[in-house]
């Protein structure tokens, strides 16, 4: 079991950053694979990013590629997703996730735990 909780979410301007960080429970955390997801209002919950337990691999939506950056923590138990030249199209609510296998986590963007969302806005 393992249980996540996020944070560092906000109201901030276009071309501000943001670093979410989310804290997770358990002592298999450096075994999962831990991605990010967003979901905007009125649209279906997307992938953002994720990456494998070892901290070797990661993979990016396009629409975040180059400006967002994934990373972790296993000592803290802590993945962060780190959101530079945010944008209005960002704002969304931003869900840490969890799953076993990195493989099966970026193939079929189905985790095996999530968190309970941080909301993030950006205006323009």
């Known amino acids: 079991q393992v249980q996540l909780v996020e944070s560092g979410g906000g109201l901030v301007q276009a071309g501000a950053s943001l670093r979410l960080s989310c804290a997770a429970s358990?002592?298999?955390?450096?075994?999962?694979?831990m991605g990010w997801f967003r979901q905007a209002p009125e649209k279906e919950r997307e992938f953002v990013a994720a990456i494998d337990s070892s901290d070797l691999n990661t993979v990016y939506a396009d629409s975040v590629k180059g400006r967002f950056t994934i990373s972790r923590d296993n000592a803290k138990t802590t993945v962060y997703l780190q959101m530079n030249s945010l944008e209005p199209e960002d704002t969304a609510v931003y869900y840490c996730?969890?799953?076993?296998?990195?493989?099966?986590?970026?193939?079929?963007?189905?985790?095996?735990?999530w968190g309970q969302g941080t909301q993030v806005t950006v205006s323009s």
């Open positions: 358990g002592r298999t955390f450096s075994s999962y694979a």
């Open positions: 996730a969890a799953k076993y296998s990195y493989s099966r986590l970026v193939r079929t963007y189905s985790p095996d735990y």
